[in-house]
């Protein structure tokens, strides 16, 4: 889509009214001073006209819930489920089928001519070896995020796919939801203005929220893989905590910059057109789960995104929290001279306006100098438009599979490819990079590497 970066009033006006026809729900409140409309669901569900057949590699919390999802979309057969973990292929086989083919190691599953596409749902410090080979064995891959655990991997999966006959789908599943699609179009359209400022958090209260997972009584290294769960990290005695809490340590996770500000990323560059930012600064500690993680449970990151053709120059500011008392809580809002916008994950978007003054009208310095003091009113928006998907409409995960699943039986490119992915996932792992060294990092959000 083209995106014009000097949005109007006018123009967001001339779209709202546009959108408020074809809407099949308009409610207006007057006391309220709320608008409330409906955005209406534009995939259709893909007419399958080959089946494929599909593995897992990985089925724990993320691997099950995705291919749950992979498999609400027509035409599609899981054939089978590699873990590390055996109750975990087990559980696979009560789930999906006895006859499900299942291994410990996922070269057999690359390695089977019948299999067409792969989900990746291991742990981080696993997604590029895992990708690479499968997308070397010509496999189309659906690797969740991050993308990559560490700077500089992201090379080798962007030059695998150039080779490939495969599709490689990052899993950052809110960018394909109508809600990031409204706010791109809403953005482009001069709903906000000029955007100058965005903001992210997530914040949980409980032991699960914070990656406190329970153990199974039976993990054991007869029951697991603990040597290949390790690959090429640093050896270490067999652990069920490392196994199983894996988020906890630098040497399989990405803290949370890379499990959560990842999705923000990715939101908010598809909303922007933005390639990332070229200073990022990070702040935070490990304030309450001292159970012998060695990341932090509170993290500030700060990001600057210089003007680019795509967009205004803007600040970022993201926050993770596991330890607030209000839980529960995520948004990712942008601000702009004209208004603010909170961009739900699924399904709503609401759109913020409180006119006291007109900043693209008024002189920069002092308001008093307003050239047009007393210029005819105007039209202005309803003070909040709130956008919800219609009734029924399945979700952005589902959204994303079947992105997906319609890029590899037509050819064509999916939402979300390694380079996407690496710029979305870089800028949270450099985030890390400055809390643990204590300094700010250069980014060349273009060239994707660390800049001088
Ligand atoms: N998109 C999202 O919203 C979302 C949400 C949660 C997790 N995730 C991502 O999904 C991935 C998995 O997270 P999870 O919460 O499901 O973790 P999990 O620990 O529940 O599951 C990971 C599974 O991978 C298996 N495994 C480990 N190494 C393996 C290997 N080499 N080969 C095969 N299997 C291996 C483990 O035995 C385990 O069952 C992570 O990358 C995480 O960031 C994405």
């Known amino acids: 889509m083209s995106r014009n970066t000097q949005p109007t009033r006018r123009r967001f006006l001339g779209t709202l009214a546009g959108g408020a026809a074809a809407a099949a729900t308009v409610t ?29 590699i990985g089925a724990g919390i993320q691997g099950t819930g995705d291919t749950a999802t992979a498999l609400m979309v027509p035409g599609v057969k ?28 996922y070269r057999e599953i690359l390695n089977r001519p019948d299999i067409d596409a792969v989900i990746v749902a291991t742990p ?14 010509n496999k189309s891959v659906y690797l969740e995020k991050p993308m990559v655990q560490q700077l500089g991997e992201g090379e080798a999966i962007i030059a695998a796919q150039k080779t490939s006959k495969g599709v490689l789908q990052v899993g950052s599943q809110g960018m394909s939801s109508l809600s990031n699609e409204k706010a791109r179009d809403l953005l482009a359209a001069g709903a906000i203005g000029k955007l100058n400022y965005a903001e992210g958090f997530w914040a949980r209260n409980s032991p699960s929220g914070a990656w406190q997972y329970p153990i199974p009584p039976d993990a054991s290294e007869q029951t697991l893989d603990w040597d290949k769960f390790l690959g090429a990290t ?69 990001f600057d995104y210089p003007e680019t053709p795509a967009h205004s120059p803007f600040s970022l500011s993201l926050r993770v929290h596991f330890v607030d008392g209000t839980s529960g809580n995520t948004f990712l809002r942008l601000v702009g001279t004209g208004g603010a916008m909170d961009v739900g994950f699924d399904s709503e978007v609401t759109v913020k306006h409180q ?42 995960h589902y959204d994303h599979f079947n992105n997906w699943f319609r890029a590899i039986r037509t050819g064509g490119k999916v939402i979300q490819d390694p380079v996407f992915g690496y710029r979305a996932a870089a800028p949270a792992l450099a985030c890390n990079m400055s809390y643990f060294e204590k300094r700010a990092i250069q980014w060349d959000p273009v060239a994707m590497k660390l800049a001088k």
């Open 28 to 56: 207006m409140s007057a006391a309220s001073h709320d608008r409330e409309e409906t955005i209406p669901d534009r995939q259709q569900p893909a007419s399958p006209n080959d089946q494929i057949q599909l593995a897992l």
């Open 78 to 105: 899981l054939v089978a489920v590699c873990d590390l973990y055996d109750g975990r292929l087990t559980d696979a086989k009560k789930r999906w089928g006895q006859d499900l083919f299942t291994t410990r190691d």
């Open 124 to 137: 981080d410090h696993w997604h590029r070896q895992i990708a690479v080979d499968a997308l070397g064995k």
């Open 234 to 302: 640093a050896k270490r005695p067999f652990d069920p905590l490392r196994f199983f809490r894996w988020r906890n340590y630098k040497d399989y996770g990405t803290g949370v910059c890379g499990d959560l500000f990842v999705h923000l990323f990715s939101s908010l560059h598809f909303i922007t057109g933005s390639m990332g930012p070229t200073q990022i600064m990070a702040q935070g500690g490990l304030r309450f789960w001292k159970d012998g993680r060695d990341v932090p449970d509170v993290m500030l990151g700060m």
């Open 355 to 396: 006119k006291t003054w007109d900043p693209l009208r008024a002189t920069q310095g002092d308001y008093k100098s307003n050239p047009e003091p007393d210029a005819r009113k105007e039209m202005v928006p309803a003070a909040n438009i709130v956008y919800r998907a219609e009734p029924g409409y399945k979700g952005a």
